[in-house]
């Protein structure tokens, strides 16, 4: 069993950042991928980034090249730095973390709310 907590949503204004962090624990399974996804009102939950265990990593093209996540593994945790932000980025974003496919993630986490606004 795995939980995971995620920290660092908040108001920003536009052209602003953030950092999000979401902190695995528990035991028994491998935290091979770990991924950032966001639910925005009325919409799909939506992968927005990735990264495995070796540090490789994908983006959604909407966020290429103003997010950047990046983890620690001896500390169990994934970072997602949002910067260049744009209301369109206002979303639930949660963390979630899968063996194979992150798309399909075993865990997730409670969400953390991220407003984009003037």
């Known amino acids: 069993q795995v939980q995971l907590a995620e920290s660092g949503g908040g108001l920003v204004q536009p052209g602003g950042s953030l950092r999000l962090s979401c902190v695995a624990s528990g035991s028994g399974f491998s935290l091979n991928l770990m991924g950032w996804f966001r639910q925005a009102p009325g919409k799909q939950r939506e992968l927005v980034a990735s990264i495995s265990r070796g540090g490789r990593t994908n983006y959604a093209t909407s966020v290429k090249g103003r997010f950047t996540i990046s983890r620690d593994n001896a500390k169990n945790t994934v970072y997602l730095q949002m910067n260049s932000l744009k209301p369109e980025d206002t979303a639930v974003y949660y963390c979630?973390?899968?063996?194979?496919?992150?798309?399909?993630?075993?865990?997730w986490g409670q969400g953390t709310q991220v407003t984009v606004s003037s």
């Open positions: 979630g973390v899968a063996m194979v496919y992150i798309e399909r993630p075993s865990y």
